[in-house]
């Protein structure tokens, strides 16, 4: 029973943010759902391309390996980004009002874009943590052993979430605006907190990755937000 409410808890705390993006903000609007919807499935491509490649070449073969399969799985996915977004507006020209206009709409499509790939991140991480300990009781983190497997997956992916809608939001503007400066600062900003995963990887290392993920995180929204009430 203990074990059952420990996932409970962890689930909210995981997905009570995309719960919360939806529900208030893409629900009431439904080509913004199927924005949602398409980029899940865009991510979930990507994602499949990226694991066939480290299980290539980056499975058990050292930290140099490791690091560039995340720097190529990070290509592949903002690469996916960027192509999802262009191929939506290509059908909203041709086809009419699928994600709206440029400006208010525009920043609408980057949110909803951000909640699918962030919530096909984390129905895949918080998934594979309960299958990883399926049974009668809670499994510890191999990092952290004393912080339960559910709980600290599930900080890990709340604050991935934040980051891929951050991504989002900074990989549409510019794509639309063609500026390729900022597609670069999201690949190495998609790099750097793969990289976060390394460290929790090691031994006590889960509290350091999660803390400094939540910092860039909330940092980033914090910094989204005070430019856009600037302009």
Request: aromatic share 12%; glycine share 10%.
């Amino acid at each position: 029973a203990m074990g059952a409410v420990e996932v409970v808890a962890a689930a909210l705390v995981a997905f009570s943010p995309a719960v919360a993006v939806f529900w208030t903000f893409v629900r009431p609007q439904a080509h913004l759902v199927v924005v949602a919807l398409t980029c899940a499935f865009s991510w979930t491509i990507s994602f499949i391309i990226s694991a066939l490649f480290w299980d290539a070449f980056g499975a058990g073969t050292g930290t140099g390996a490791t690091l560039g399969v995340i720097v190529v799985s990070a290509l592949v996915q903002e690469a996916a980004r960027s192509g999802t977004t262009r191929s939506l507006r290509f059908m909203q020209q041709r086809f009419g009002r699928l994600i709206g206009q440029q400006g208010a709409l525009g920043l609408q499509y980057a949110v909803a874009s951000g909640l699918g790939y962030g919530a096909a991140f984390l129905l895949l991480s918080f998934g594979g943590a309960v299958i990883e300990a399926a049974g009668p009781a809670t499994l510890p983190s191999p990092s952290c052993p004393g912080v339960s497997l559910f709980i600290a997956n599930a900080f890990f992916a709340h604050a991935m979430f934040l980051i891929h809608m951050v991504l989002s939001v900074i990989n549409f503007e510019a794509t639309v605006s063609n500026r390729p400066s900022m597609l670069v600062g999201c690949v190495l900003a998609h790099i750097a907190a793969s990289s976060l995963a390394l460290l929790g990887q090691a031994r006590g290392g889960c509290g350091w990755s999660v803390a400094i993920l939540f910092a860039v995180a909330y940092g980033s929204v914090y910094a989204f937000i005070a430019k856009r009430k600037r302009q």
